[in-house]
């Protein structure tokens, strides 16, 4: 199968968009940031149709053509949210520094036809660091995904003739 590039003859996003950044001490600072969209495909005519075929039908996905006039635009959410703690303190060794974020977002579709979901998920990190050296040395650790939830990092669809493949950790 050949790639092959469509565009959409309309599309529109309206939202709002928020985001707070507040120096809490000389030491601290906090940030929340917020996104609500109203987002669609308001004309799109002959668009790309994408349906899983289940593995015990043959497997794949069936493409096919349709209107697909005020379906969801792709990878794009309807709410997001995220936040994050930051922390440094000079000591007598070296600087340290501390993070701990959090995002939500309530999930998206993979392709202009909505068929194929990532659902809602949300994901908290965070990073511990030491500089030495006046600068020069940093080292560090860090953790992401520490819920430990399953969050949808990849979709493939094109050119796949086993199916499509959601990838998780």
Do not use: M, W
Not at 133 to 156: C, D, Q, S, W, Y
């Amino acid at each position: 199968p050949a790639a092959i590039t469509v565009n959409a003859a309309n599309a529109r996003i309206k939202g709002v968009d928020v985001g707070l950044n507040v120096k809490l001490s000389d030491h601290f600072r906090f940030e929340l940031n917020g996104e609500l969209l109203d987002h669609k495909f308001v004309t799109y005519r002959d668009g790309p149709i994408v349906t899983p075929v289940p593995f015990g039908q043959g497997g794949g996905v069936a493409r096919t053509v349709g209107d697909l006039s005020g379906r969801p635009l792709p990878y794009t959410a309807d709410a997001s949210v995220s936040s994050a703690l930051y922390c440094d303190a000079p000591t007598a060794f070296g600087d340290i520094d501390a993070n701990v974020n959090f995002s939500y977002n309530d999930g998206y579709t993979y392709e202009p036809s909505a068929t194929i979901p990532a659902k809602s998920f949300i994901d908290l990190g965070g990073t511990i660091g030491l500089t030495l050296n006046h600068g020069t040395t940093r080292i560090a650790a860090f953790g992401k995904n520490l819920t430990n939830e399953h969050a949808p990092k990849v979709v493939a669809t094109g050119g796949n003739p086993g199916g499509y493949i959601e990838i998780q950790y």
